[in-house]
């Protein structure tokens, strides 16, 4: 069984580090060094994240991009051969709506491939809903969904949802 891959994008400080290293079974290979610039949080992802899971019989290979415009590059590299994306959101940082957008556009147009939209951060009080984000993004409601990136079962959810579209796209068995 070849393994399947899955990519995890968005802006920086959206939780894609984090949701892979809650997720994976084995030891995260994460390209983390401290910030050179003000970003919100003292290291960043430089190249990418890597994780596994068991979904079933299925072994899905996680990698996490960068969310620094300045390494976009590694967008293409990451996501060729991918079969589904992950875009994570903040759902408290608006001011990066418009980068996880052009992130979002750039990968799904160019490669094709489903995504599901999770927006983090919803037990801020003041965070955007799913419903909203969905309406921002142009995306069905049903490919918008809350996730909190440090919970495992939140996270097995949004995987569980991201298989459904995947496999309401491809001839992928969904195995969930």
């Given at each position: 069984m070849q393994p399947l891959k899955l990519v995890v994008s968005g802006a920086v400080g959206a939780g894609?580090?984090?949701?892979?290293?809650?997720?994976?079974?084995?030891?995260?290979?994460?390209?983390?060094?401290?910030?050179?610039?003000?970003?919100?949080?003292?290291?960043?992802?430089?190249?990418?994240?890597?994780?596994?899971v068991h979904v079933g019989d299925d072994l899905l290979f996680l990698f996490g991009t960068p969310g620094q415009?300045?390494?976009?590059?590694?967008?293409?590299?990451?996501?060729?051969?991918?079969?589904?994306?992950?875009?994570?959101?903040?759902?408290?940082?608006?001011?990066?709506?418009?980068h996880s957008r052009r992130i979002l556009e750039f990968?799904?147009?160019?490669?094709?491939?489903?995504?599901?939209?999770?927006v983090t951060h919803q037990d801020h009080g003041h965070a955007?809903?799913?419903?909203?984000?969905a309406s921002y993004f142009e995306t069905p409601p049903e490919h918008v969904i809350g996730i909190?990136?440090?919970d495992l079962a939140s996270c097995?959810?949004?995987?569980?949802?991201?298989?459904?579209?995947?496999?309401?796209?491809?001839?992928?068995q969904s195995p969930v």
């Amino acid at each position: 069984m070849q393994p399947l891959k899955l990519v995890v994008s968005g802006a920086v400080g959206a939780g894609k580090t984090t949701f892979i290293q809650t997720l994976s079974e084995t030891v995260v290979v994460a390209t983390d060094v401290e910030a050179s610039e003000d970003i919100g949080k003292t290291n960043t992802t430089v190249a990418m994240d890597f994780g596994t899971v068991h979904v079933g019989d299925d072994l899905l290979f996680l990698f996490g991009t960068p969310g620094q415009e300045r390494f976009d590059f590694m967008w293409d590299v990451l996501c060729d051969g991918a079969l589904g994306l992950l875009i994570l959101v903040s759902g408290i940082k608006p001011s990066d709506f418009r980068h996880s957008r052009r992130i979002l556009e750039f990968i799904s147009t160019r490669y094709s491939i489903p995504y599901l939209v999770g927006v983090t951060h919803q037990d801020h009080g003041h965070a955007w809903a799913a419903e909203d984000i969905a309406s921002y993004f142009e995306t069905p409601p049903e490919h918008v969904i809350g996730i909190d990136a440090t919970d495992l079962a939140s996270c097995k959810s949004a995987l569980t949802s991201l298989l459904a579209v995947i496999a309401e796209r491809t001839d992928l068995q969904s195995p969930v």
